[in-house]
């Protein structure tokens, strides 16, 4: 996305474009995969973590990002790909590798749908599978 894409997607959600919000924006399109935290620092090095904390926070509570727990201990994050709120779109299988410890997202497998009773409103899902990525196999 170009520089005033991302200015208008931000504004279309509601969020005012800063400079560092564009800048996290910009190097969590970078990545093809879910990236933490401690990833997105070690991208951003001239950037403080409690900003980029804030950042994310920020677009997670606006559906620009979604937070994927892998079992790895920290949160991975990842740009949303839905254009609306309260979505399924973006809730699709993640893998974990137990070997290099990246996950990877399987757009194509959507996590499965699950009947709840009636008081309960479901606001996430999370769905890992652990293994042995191809390219760790490959390794070998």
Request: some cysteine; charged content about 20%; overall charge neutral.
């Amino acid at each position: 996305m170009e520089h005033t894409e991302i200015e208008q997607h931000l504004q279309n959600k509601g969020v005012k474009p800063t400079a560092m919000r564009i800048l996290v924006y910009r190097v969590l399109e970078q990545c093809n995969h879910p990236i933490s935290l401690k990833q997105l620092e070690e991208r951003m090095v001239t950037a403080d973590r409690s900003t980029i904390f804030r950042t994310l926070n920020l677009l997670l509570k606006n559906n620009l990002v979604h937070s994927i727990e892998d079992g790895s201990g920290s949160l991975k994050y990842e740009l949303c790909t839905s254009q609306s709120h309260n979505t399924f779109d973006d809730q699709h299988v993640h893998f974990y590798c137990e070997k290099c410890s990246r996950t990877y997202c399987l757009h194509h497998i959507n996590i499965p749908r699950v009947s709840l009773p009636d008081e309960f409103v479901i606001n996430s899902a999370n769905f890992i599978i652990k293994g042995i990525c191809p390219n760790c196999i490959n390794k070998k």
